[in-house]
């Protein structure tokens, strides 16, 4: 998917509806941007204590390892 979009004078851009359409992007949702070399990437933000409960399911085990992972999910939900 590809489009061509201007920068306003305050440096917004508008996302074109197909592309809030395919990630399924709504007001108020949040957004992930990452320059890389020349390139700017935007990503949908995903929750990651969502993340975290759809990847474990029912596997429980400690609150001190639970605390660990919630910490080390945010650390890649934030960049590193």
Do not use: C, H, N, Q
Request: proline residues 2%.
């Amino acid at each position: 998917m590809y489009a061509r979009v201007r920068v306003d004078d305050k440096g917004r851009i508008v996302l074109p509806k197909e592309f809030r359409k395919a990630l399924d992007v709504k007001e108020g949702d949040e957004l992930i941007i990452t320059l890389k070399g020349s390139r700017i990437v935007i990503e949908k933000s995903e929750d990651p204590f969502k993340v975290l409960e759809e990847v474990l399911g029912d596997l429980t085990f400690s609150r001190e390892l639970r605390r660990i992972a919630e910490k080390e999910a945010l650390k890649e939900v934030e960049g590193g």
